[in-house]
């Protein structure tokens, strides 16, 4: 929107061209997206409060986690609107990344208010149940690779680009499709099964966005495309208006999400930031960085996974409890030290992630 304003604008006065620099409206898509969460964080944490809609907490979790009982949830929305009208305001709304990240995020926001309304409705955590969860997911996750795929105009969009190799660039075909719904709907799900202790799992998301906005940026510029070796895409900058909004929403969340928090993100936010990240790292082509820098998010999910795969073949558990933040719960680990190191790990392989863009 302010775009077009600014368009108008720079006709007649020139110091608004400006706003054509990628790095001023992505900070200012910070600042915006931080400004929006906090000044409406607390209305809305009241709003949550006074209509009870507050936590459910598995009976069989840690003994600890049944005080957190009542804390409003939902809190996600306060996350998915900042994004919207962040991005709304600052990116060029012509660009067709920005609009396939917006539905993307926006979709999966819509599926977890469904899950956590049910949650709520019902007194229970299996909301929708998750072969309903997994069947929208599979619907909005699809839509989004099929419209990245049709509209693609150069066969750079769709290769898979290996990191460290220079040349290394596989064509997908179809396959792209197919490697775009898992990206999407995987990480989606892996934040998800993350978001389990105070902060725990907003802190890798915003380090990882701010990472792929980097990315981003690079990836649109066909200077530094060029000099790091990675495949120029044109008009992928823009997505770094969006990735910002995560990181600036993110930690606005950040500030009434931490321990103790006074409200927690609920399906609403975790669903629609894992697929918000994975289709940013898809549009960028960087899906297996992805799985570097989302490290800790493929753990939490691999515990599940052998967790399940090691119960129902041995009838033994590998873990105390899955996901892994809760492991080291039961073995006594306080819930900040947990998450604090958590957050070091995501800081060091986001840093390991970044590498990549140099060392080719």
Not at 217 to 226: E, Q, S
Not at 243 to 254: Q, R, T, W
Not at 299 to 315: A, D, H, N, P, R
């Amino acid at each position: 929107m302010l775009m077009w304003l600014f368009d108008q604008l720079a006709s007649e006065y020139r110091v608004f061209n400006v706003f054509h620099y990628l790095t001023l409206r992505g900070i200012f898509s910070v600042l915006t997206a931080l400004t929006i969460s906090l000044v409406c964080g607390p209305s809305m944490i009241r709003m949550l409060s006074q209509r009870g809609i507050g936590q459910v907490v598995r009976e069989d979790g840690p003994e600890t986690h049944l005080k957190k009982t009542g804390t409003p949830t939902m809190g996600g929305t306060l996350i998915l609107m900042s994004v919207v009208l962040t991005t709304l305001l600052w990116a060029d709304l012509s660009n067709r990344f920005v609009w396939v990240a917006l539905f993307t995020c926006v979709s999966f926001g819509i599926i977890g208010w469904v899950d956590d309304y049910q949650k709520l409705a019902h007194k229970n955590t299996k909301g929708i149940g998750a072969r309903s969860k997994y069947l929208w997911q599979s619907a909005a996750g699809l839509t989004a690779a099929i419209i990245l795929y049709t509209t693609a105009q150069t066969p750079q969009e769709t290769e898979l680009i290996v990191p460290i190799f220079k040349q290394v660039a596989i064509p997908l075909g179809w396959g792209y499709i197919v490697l775009s719904y898992f990206v999407i709907v995987g990480s989606s799900n892996a934040v998800n099964l993350t978001d389990g202790l105070d902060g725990l799992a907003i802190v890798p998301t915003v380090l990882v966005a701010a990472a792929l906005s980097l990315f981003a940026y690079v990836t649109g510029n066909i200077v530094f495309a060029h000099y790091l070796t990675i495949p120029y895409i044109n008009g992928v900058g823009e997505v770094l208006i969006f990735s910002a909004a995560l990181v600036g929403a993110g930690l606005g969340f950040l500030w009434f999400n931490t321990y103790p928090a006074q409200v927690f993100m609920g399906d609403i936010g975790a669903l629609s930031l894992g697929a918000s990240v994975g289709v940013v790292a898809v549009i960028v082509r960087q899906e297996i960085v992805l799985f570097i820098m989302g490290g800790v998010f493929v753990m939490e999910t691999l515990s599940v996974i052998i967790q399940v795969i090691s119960f129902k073949l041995t009838g033994k558990r590998i873990f105390r409890m899955a996901p892994l933040h809760h492991h080291f719960e039961k073995k006594g680990w306080p819930e900040p030290r947990v998450i604090v190191r958590f957050w070091i790990i995501s800081l060091m392989l986001v840093l390991v992630g970044l590498a990549t863009l140099k060392i080719r």
